[in-house]
């Protein structure tokens, strides 16, 4: 089966599912979010196969990787803290990512071989461990924003607050420990490829950004008493930097990164 169609199937799931949520049916939301997981899976899967290499090495393949990471977090989180509130944040994200990656044009689609720099196993390790720091942090910020909304309604419970303020807390807690992961294998994978461990690359240069802002939110959090709006905003600041970090330093400028 063509890895396209499980795709664009995929998206149809998350669709549906995020239309579940919305109208109040959680249960068969999160059972339909599941089955948008094993068909995605399946198609990378498919994908992975056919290019004899882990598929996230294009725009295409990270953006539905992305998407795979996401969902694989929100269902980690709901299980992991016994939350319910995780899957209707990230199904929207997961469908929109989904979507950008299936508009992508027919060329940028394509399957190619692998540069020398890229053939070591330290790529997977290196891009599963950010991708998922970046799925903790997309969680957080969607958890940011509905805080910020429902802050304004009169009617909107403290006890929803705090478990969205909580909710933002720990996943940038997961995706910190990811994200330092991801740094670290990074590096040991630039030492082998390029002979340097660190050489301030625009890519390394915004992914250790990215990691201070974080680090920040995490110790205002500790020492502090940092929560509520402010912690909300700087929730919402830490993803920009990491979507630029992601997509704006590939996009805009150039460096050793400069393939993906």
């Known amino acids: 089966m063509d890895s396209s169609l ?11 599912s995020g239309l579940l949520y919305l109208f109040k049916k959680p249960g068969p939301g999160r059972l339909i979010m599941i089955i948008g997981l094993i068909v995605q899976t399946i198609g990378l ?23 795979w990471s996401m969902v694989v977090v ?26 950008y990656a299936l508009l992508l044009s027919p060329q940028s689609k394509g399957i190619t071989p692998l540069m020398p720099a890229l053939q070591s ?6 891009v599963i461990t950010c991708f998922l720091a970046y799925a903790a942090f997309a969680l957080a910020f969607g958890a940011g924003i509905i805080y910020l909304i429902k802050e304004r309604n009169q009617k909107t419970q403290e006890k929803t607050l705090t478990l969205l303020d909580e909710l933002s807390y720990k996943t940038i807690a997961l995706g910190v420990i990811f ?20 050489s301030w690359d625009p890519k390394e240069t915004w992914a250790l950004i ?3 802002i974080y680090m920040i939110y995490l110790h205002l959090r500790l020492r502090a008493n940092f929560s509520g709006r402010r912690s909300a905003w ?7 930097a990491v ?18």
Do not use: D
């Open 121 to 126: 196993h330290w790529l997977e390790i290196h």
């Open 6 to 16: 499980l795709f664009g199937i995929a998206l149809a799931v998350y669709g549906l």
């Open 45 to 67: 899967s498919i994908r992975a196969v056919k290019a004899g290499h882990a598929p996230f090495t294009n725009l295409y393949e990270s953006m539905l990787f992305f998407s």
């Open 210 to 212: 990215t990691w201070l």
């Open 234 to 240: 700087l929730a919402v600041i830490g993803f920009v």
């Open 74 to 99: 929100g269902l980690y989180v709901e299980r992991r803290y016994r939350t319910k509130i995780a899957g209707p944040i990230v199904v929207p994200m997961a469908f929109l990512a989904t979507g």
């Open 179 to 198: 994200l330092t992961l991801g740094i670290i294998t990074g590096a040991i994978w630039a030492n082998y490829a390029w002979g340097s461990y660190w």
């Open 243 to 260: 979507i630029f970090t992601y997509l704006g330093v590939n996009l805009l400028l150039s460096g050793l990164h400069s393939y993906a």
